[in-house]
């Protein structure tokens, strides 16, 4: 399976971007990873093919994600968006939602894109 991301870029505080994310073949779990510098990759949105989703507490009531299965596309969309949310955010996908919640042995990743949030 290879991903596809787009929809990175520079945003001032307050501000939104959205992310895709194609696969290029069937997938069940799919989600967002991000990392900042000097920090570790951390979750930040995932959901399974039937729309269950697990948010990272930090991005709970500002970000969503869903997913177009027919496309095997996988969204995020961000608003209010902080300095904080600062991070190269990858693609992910996995059999399974756990692997995704717990950020091991993930399947597939895509390559980064930045999100930059000035203040």
């Known amino acids: 399976v290879q991903l596809q991301a787009s929809g990175g870029g520079l945003v001032q505080a307050g501000g939104y971007l959205r992310l895709s994310c194609a696969a290029s073949?069937?997938?069940?779990?799919m989600g967002w990873y991000r990392q900042a510098p000097g920090k570790e990759r951390e979750l930040v949105a995932a959901?399974?093919?039937?729309?269950?989703?697990h948010y990272a507490d930090s991005v709970k009531g500002r970000f969503t994600i869903s997913r177009d299965n027919a496309e095997s596309t996988v969204y995020l969309q961000m608003n209010s968006l902080k300095p904080e949310d600062t991070a190269v955010y990858y693609c992910?996908?996995?059999?399974?939602?756990?692997?995704?919640?717990?950020?091991?042995?993930?399947?597939?990743w895509g390559e980064g894109t930045l999100v930059t949030v000035s203040s």
């Open positions: 992910a996908v996995d059999v399974f939602l756990a692997h995704m919640t717990a950020g091991i042995n993930i399947d597939y």
């Open positions: 073949g069937s997938v069940k779990a």
């Open positions: 959901i399974t093919s039937g729309g269950n989703t």
